[in-house]
């Protein structure tokens, strides 16, 4: 009689999760962890934890110091390079924009830090034939617009704003615009997220109605981009 081969699926997802639970307890600014810090941010057993940092020592995902910390290893930076190669910024954007622009009736654009300047990388323009004469590529200057704020946002502000920025006649005394920063994978700034129009239109009233709408399309371009919001943030969200 011929035995059946086991079926390690269930080990072999509950390891998975576990390798994959141990390597999220890296966040930005640990330079390394104590067996003590995963041990509390996993809530895994220290023998567990030692028995999978020998694997991903192996395979060059972590790196043991010489005090006994561990810090992430040069293969989670080679993943992170194919990441961004392969990462088409355009392909996540444009839909939001399309759906912005057709939901409010306003031009929706992505704006990029650009030296000094600010540059329109992505737009769709308003359906209105009133509407802002702006291209991808241009350049704008880094002043008190919607935009050029949320480019300047500090993170740990940016995304907790109680409102989206809303500016009036900053760079055009006809024109108002709101935006909110968008950030990636690893919490970088990767631009703003901006829907303009005409003041007379887009007033700081009808801007506000556009609040909820306008968070959850940044909510829904970041992670798209990767972004994990801190537990707080997800708090906030609920």
């Not at 910390?69 to 993943?79: D, G, T, W």
């Not at 702006?134 to 300047?152: C, F, I, S, V, Y």
């Not at 990767?190 to 829907?195: E, F, P, R, S, T």
């Not at 556009?210 to 906030?236: C, H, I, N």
Request: charge should be neutral.
């Amino acid at each position: 009689m011929v035995k059946a081969r086991p079926r390690p699926a269930v080990n072999g997802v509950a390891s998975a999760d576990r390798v994959l639970t141990v390597l999220s307890a890296f966040r930005i600014g640990d330079a390394a962890l104590s067996l003590v810090e995963l041990v509390e941010r996993t809530g895994l057993i220290k023998s567990t934890i030692m028995r999978l940092m020998v694997s991903l020592e192996d395979h060059g995902f972590i790196t043991r110091m010489a005090d006994g910390r561990y810090q992430l290893a040069s293969e989670v930076m080679r993943l992170n390079a194919v990441y961004q190669e392969a990462l088409d910024l355009e392909r996540h954007v444009m839909p939001r924009l399309q759906f912005l622009a057709e939901q409010t009736g306003e031009t929706a654009s992505f704006y990029v830090r650009h030296g000094a300047y600010r540059m329109c990388q992505y737009r769709v323009n308003s359906s209105h034939r009133l509407r802002l004469n702006l291209q991808p590529g241009d350049m704008r200057p880094m002043d008190e617009a919607a935009g050029a704020q949320a480019l300047r946002a500090p993170f740990d502000t940016g995304i907790a704003l109680e409102k989206p920025y809303y500016s009036c006649g900053a760079t055009d005394p006809h024109a108002a615009s709101m935006a909110l920063p968008v950030y990636g994978a690893q919490h970088e700034l990767m631009g703003a997220l901006v829907i303009s129009g005409p003041a007379s239109r887009l007033t700081e009233e009808y801007a506000l109605s556009l609040r909820q709408q306008f968070f959850d399309t940044a909510r829904d371009l970041m992670r798209s981009l990767g972004y994990k919001p801190a537990d707080s943030e997800r708090v906030s969200a609920d």
